[in-house]
């Protein structure tokens, strides 16, 4: 054998080696394309030479894919709850078999699942269960509803409630004395709308203490009357001085909470929630942490789980939650994922507790509250942020959005840059220049459209129509400023409704009014679906998995009523007929 032929043998042998390698098949490239870097891995089954079916094949619609790349489709297969492929249907038929399910949607429009970027999920399935206050645009209808609930309860027990929002009956606050004579035996307390404020009865104050010699409590105000008796009002961080008196809701109670609040979450065509919690100024930052072990993980154990969550913990526990991921991941499994720490910056327009650079209109003395002291604001964001986490403040006047604007400045030119998409939650009202240093700064603006709709009247009061039309609600202006825009509720502030809040952001109208508040800021479709979508998915680093509808995509998706992409970009109007989950029908 000469030289040349010895040669040409050892690379036929070397090349039959190396091409045998998985890297080399084509088939392993496609399998790890669709592998997920956060939730369920594809099988090594699929690793193998044979062709991929489908295990559903979805045809006959508009489907909104939410990617640049290829926006709509009409047709998309499914397998092991991800999407192979789109496109038209004879390309998406060539990976159906016969045990292909065939779903046709009759022309009807599809769009990704719906993320809430900011939910209270299981504080919201507990408050279905309770005194519901939204809406309620008389005082006598207000009293109504508590004398109603004391002749269902037992003598002694706490009434709770909440969804209360004093502009729908002029603005006038609440006060003890208003249920005190129909509730002598029971305590109360009923939460405003915002969570910011709420109400407590003569005997719930007497059975926690306060009084007329009890003290302010740093970032909070206990109401009181001319005299300086308290009136039954407790603002931000002043409920701590009540909220350790009503008892603690049971474990069976909470987990209730979450399965009602999933059903009605899908039922609103809502896939994913980034969830912060039961954590409001004054409640005990261990609320989330009972709920991650007795509730999340329990669901999760037991295969109860329908809804993906990103959570969020108080930012003082920062710690706690760096040594859990650890341990354990960010990605618990493909329903759970922890996501970062919040704290709050100040509290809410409605209780004139939001921080501003100038006074309430209302109350010439008052700028707002602010929370949590900013030198503890930034120490815990610089820890936070050193250890890896996502860091997300709650921040609604526009002197709190530009001092968390300030800290996050402050923390990059320290650590230098990264992608951390630091988020403001709520950013409601700006100042000049603060949508674009949003841009600027990569700063993820988290909103909630449907506030706007009950906020519109309020900001012209509290502020003026000069400061409410130029600093409220700025969608347009962040969008314009290359600001990542994420959609949410702040569900039970309001309901969760995502198609309800696409609308909202399209046309700025409140209840009564013939013209859009603010028209300037009105949306498109296409920037609010996204907002909804690809871009609340961004936010939470979940845009790997979920947000659009592309091949190696989760098999999250939507089908609603309307068969007219046309007019729903015209009107904005839909409602849900059918919620997906990883390609199974979950709702209804």
């Not at 037991?302 to 341990?327: A, Y």
Request: aromatic share 10%; hydrophobic share 45%.
């Amino acid at each position: 054998m000469n030289l040349y032929t010895l040669i040409s043998a050892s690379v036929v042998v070397v090349l039959a080696i190396f091409f045998s390698l998985p890297l080399l098949n084509p088939t392993y490239w496609l399998s790890l394309n669709l592998k997920s870097w956060l939730w369920i891995p594809i099988p090594s089954s699929s690793l193998s030479s044979s062709p991929v079916i489908a295990d559903l094949v979805v045809r006959n619609g508009v489907i909104y894919t939410s990617d640049e790349s290829l926006p709509f489709a009409d047709s998309m297969a499914i397998h092991n709850g991800r999407i192979l492929r789109l496109g038209n249907f004879s390309f998406v038929q060539e990976l159906a078999a016969d045990g292909t399910e065939e779903l046709d949607l009759g022309g009807k429009v599809v769009v990704p699942g719906f993320i809430d970027s900011h939910v209270h999920l299981i504080y919201a399935g507990l408050q279905m269960a309770r005194v519901e206050l939204h809406g309620i645009n008389k005082k006598d209808e207000f009293v109504r509803k508590i004398k109603e609930a004391v002749r269902n309860a037992k003598e002694g027990s706490w009434i709770l409630g909440g969804g209360w929002n004093n502009d729908l009956w002029g603005g006038e606050l609440p006060l003890a004395s208003w249920i005190d004579d129909i509730t002598p035996y029971n305590p109360v307390w009923l939460n405003r709308m915002d969570g910011h404020m709420g109400l407590a009865n003569s005997v719930a104050l007497k059975l926690s203490g306060i009084s007329n010699l009890t003290k302010d409590p740093e970032g909070g105000t206990i109401v009181r009357t001319v005299d300086g008796e308290p009136t039954g009002l407790l603002i931000d961080s002043a409920m701590k001085l009540l909220l350790p008196y009503i008892p603690e809701d049971t474990v069976n109670e909470r987990r209730e909470a979450l399965v009602g609040a999933t059903n009605h979450a899908l039922m609103r065509g809502v896939t994913t929630v980034v969830d912060f919690g039961r954590y409001y100024p004054g409640v005990s930052a261990e609320l989330p942490w009972e709920d991650f072990s007795d509730v999340y993980q329990w669901a999760d154990a037991s295969k109860k789980m329908m809804i993906r969550v990103c959570l969020f913990f108080p930012m003082e526990t920062w710690l706690r939650l760096h040594d859990l991921i650890g341990k354990m991941g960010r990605a618990i499994s493909q329903w759970i994922y922890l996501g970062g720490v919040k704290a709050f910056a100040d509290g809410s327009l409605g209780s004139n507790s939001a921080l501003f650079h100038e006074p309430y209109a209302d109350e010439p003395h008052n700028y707002g509250l602010q929370v949590t002291e900013s030198e503890i604001l930034y120490n815990i964001t610089m820890a936070s942020e050193k250890s890896g986490l996502q860091v997300a403040i709650h921040a609604i006047g526009d002197r709190a959005n530009d001092l968390i604007l300030d800290i996050y400045e402050s923390v990059v030119s320290t650590n230098g840059m990264r992608d951390r998409r630091f988020r403001i939650e709520h950013a409601q009202h700006l100042a000049p220049g603060a949508a674009a240093r949003f841009g600027r700064q990569g700063i993820v603006a988290s909103v909630q459209p449907l506030h706007l709709l009950g906020d519109a009247d309020t900001a012209t009061k509290k502020l003026g129509t000069d400061r409410a039309q130029k600093e409220s609600y700025l969608f347009r202006s962040l969008l314009a400023s290359n600001a990542p825009l994420a959609f949410g509720s702040d569900w039970p502030v309001v309901d969760i409704n995502p198609l309800g809040g696409i609308k909202t952001a399209m046309k700025r109208l409140p209840p009564g009014w013939d013209d859009a508040w603010i028209p300037s800021e009105c949306l498109t479709l296409n920037d609010s679906l996204k907002a909804h979508t690809i871009s609340a998915a961004r936010a939470c680093f979940l845009d790997n998995d979920l947000g659009s509808l592309s091949p190696g995509k989760l098999a999250d998706f939507v089908i609603l009523s309307t068969d007219s992409w046309d007019d729903f970009a015209a009107e904005g109007s839909a409602s849900v007929e059918a919620t997906y989950v990883s390609g199974v029908r979950a709702y209804p």
